[in-house]
């Protein structure tokens, strides 16, 4: 079986996936460690040096590499899902479940603004304001493709523990 955790950035697919591969006793895979070790840069240093676009060509070969695991918890990138046949590889997978971690727009704010400068797309914006708008209007065009899980948990008002422990519950 695998467990590929989607969802915007900030929602805690890394955090959560790495505490469900633990009590599941899964591997777990975190597409941008997976990405970053294979191409030796960190994800900043990827954008910086070679763009995003090439970031996403990667991208889209490493997630098909982790997609042949079982026994997996997958935790991909925020925008993994929502470039070429990405999230249909994910729906196609064999015995994959996907899971949407799906978080209000305030709680991402709060939980980016200090995380931002490991996130290129959201870098450069340095007000609460700003990555309010920013964060609304790119998850607006990002809900089509992680609405397509199979199974969405709301995070808001919930502890780290709690949602592994869901997530372990349900499967
Ligand atoms: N449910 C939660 N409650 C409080 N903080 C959380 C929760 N989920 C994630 N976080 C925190 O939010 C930040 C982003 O989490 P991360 O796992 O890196 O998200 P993602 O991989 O989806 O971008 C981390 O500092 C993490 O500890
Ligand atoms: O949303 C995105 O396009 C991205 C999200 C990041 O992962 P997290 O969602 O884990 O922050 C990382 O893949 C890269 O910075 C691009
Ligand atoms: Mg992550």
Do not use: W
Not at 140 to 157: A, I, P, W
């Amino acid at each position: 079986m695998k467990i590929i955790l989607i969802g915007y950035m900030g929602s805690g697919k890394s955090t959560i996936g790495k505490n469900v591969s633990k009590m599941l006793n899964f591997d777990f895979i975190d597409l941008d460690d997976y990405i970053q070790e294979k191409e030796q840069l960190t994800i900043p240093q990827i954008f910086d040096r070679k763009g995003e676009i090439y970031f996403r060509k990667k991208e889209h070969v490493y997630l098909k590499e982790v997609l042949e695991r079982t026994d997996v918890v997958v935790s991909l990138g925020g925008g993994t899902p929502c470039y070429g046949s990405n999230m249909a590889a994910v729906l196609s997978a064999k015995d994959a479940h996907s899971v949407y971690l799906k978080s209000s727009i305030p709680n991402l704010v709060q939980r980016l603004l200090p995380e931002r400068l490991g996130r290129p797309l959201i870098a450069h914006i340095t007000t609460e304001e700003d990555l309010t708008e920013f964060v609304g209007k790119h998850l607006f065009e990002r809900s089509y493709y992680y609405s397509q899980c199979t199974k969405t948990l709301v995070t808001d008002g919930k502890t780290v523990s709690e949602l592994t422990e869901e997530i372990v519950r349900l499967f």
